[in-house]
């Protein structure tokens, strides 16, 4: 069974760096064609897909947000990490990631979410 | 960058027919998927490659394809099915992927 769950601060300050880590369970990246995704929801706004780590370490990033993020793998761990530089209070919303299916892109075991909030 | 764009909101009367559309340049090159949403709780998969149903979604739930546009159909829709629906797809390189700005059923 294909869990995963978030862990990191729910407290950042504006211009600090934000640490995500999605640790996961039931597969593992090192697997062909798995990936692992990070998508925010700001308080009752959409969702924004983030960035995205194949298991051939191929990494993909939402255009407007490239600059300030980084997403990497512990495939020793089960871990994919997430950070995001010079954080404002906009990027306050719960952070998800996600399992994408092995044969296509779609999203198909989420974790639970944890909320981010940015403020001084 | 790349948008898909959804109607903000959609209502139905129990046992009537919903149709969610999902707008993009892109989708007749990439595939579609859609996510339903409940208030507090992660996005569930119910449509995946515009028209596949993971297991354990109803057969209510129905997707198709026509080309800028892939429409999410709920039929018979149900009180429980009253949520946020949101399309996915990637651009047409598929370097990223992005979601729709969401639609919100709701349940007369």
């Known amino acids: 069974q294909i869990t995963l769950k978030e862990s990191g601060p729910t407290l950042v300050k504006p211009t600090q760096t934000l640490t995500l880590t999605c640790t996961f369970s039931?597969?593992?990246?090192?697997?062909?064609?798995?990936?692992v995704a990070w998508i925010r929801q700001p308080p009752g706004k959409a969702l924004e897909w983030l960035a995205l780590?194949?298991?051939?370490?191929?990494?993909r990033y939402s255009p407007s947000l490239k600059s300030r993020l980084t997403i990497t793998q512990d495939t020793s761990k089960n871990q994919v990490v997430l950070t995001m530089t010079n954080m404002d209070p906009v990027d306050t919303g719960t952070y998800y990631c996600?399992?994408?299916?092995?044969?296509?892109?779609?999203?198909?075991?989420w974790g639970q979410g944890t909320m981010v909030t940015v403020s001084s | 960058s790349y948008k898909l764009t959804q109607p903000p909101s959609v209502s139905v009367s129990p046992g009537q027919t919903a149709r969610i559309t999902c707008s993009g340049d892109a989708l007749p090159k990439q595939y579609a998927y859609w996510y339903q949403q409940k208030p507090g709780q992660a996005p569930v998969l119910i449509i995946y490659k515009d028209t596949e149903r993971p297991s354990g979604i109803p057969e209510r739930f129905s997707g198709s394809t026509s080309g800028t546009k892939v429409t999410l159909t709920i039929s018979g829709v149900q009180a429980e099915d009253e949520a946020d629906y949101y399309c996915?797809?990637?651009?047409?390189?598929?370097?990223?992927?992005?979601f729709g700005g969401g639609t919100k059923l709701t349940v007369l």
């Open positions: 996915q797809s990637a651009d047409s390189s598929a370097t990223y992927s992005v």
């Open positions: 039931g597969f593992s990246l090192t697997t062909n064609k798995v990936g």
């Open positions: 780590i194949y298991w051939n370490d191929d990494k």
């Open positions: 996600a399992h994408r299916m092995v044969t296509t892109d779609g999203f198909d075991f």
